[in-house]
């Protein structure tokens, strides 16, 4: 019963590592294709704002994403500082994995999931979400 678990968590590790290849290369095709072709964000914008008047808590989120490709880790993390993070998180796991899986297991190094990573990313979004619109409802300067 013990092997069966450690080997399903075996296969849905090395399932997530695939999967991660593959945003990965997503990702650079992404980044080569912002380089030759400059893209200008233009569109409805944020419902929320339109409506009620206060920023959402993923308001900034496309433009940091996109600044992130661009090469821009700061002017990302001044949009949404949630980009930068689960990009940092992302390259980490791809890079430690990528390392033990190319030793085959002798340097474990590869991080795993824990619960703690989502409770940070949700600290980001509502310190985010306050600080946004703080900014708008009491000094009058939009930031989203």
Known sequence: ??????????????TFYIIGWV????????TVFLQVVPIRLGGPGCVLFRFAGVYC???????AFLAFLMGHPL???????????AMILFLWYMTSNSIEYLSKGRMRIGIRYH???LYVALGIIIIHWVRINIFLLIFHVPLG
């Open 115 to 117: 619960n703690w990573y």
């Open 1 to 14: 019963m013990e092997n069966a678990m450690i080997n399903r968590k075996a296969g849905e590790r090395k």
């Open 75 to 85: 002017i990302s993390l001044y949009f949404h500082p949630l980009v930068p993070y």
């Open 57 to 63: 808590p993923g308001c900034g989120g496309t433009r």
């Open 23 to 30: 945003v990965l290369c997503f990702l650079l095709a992404g």
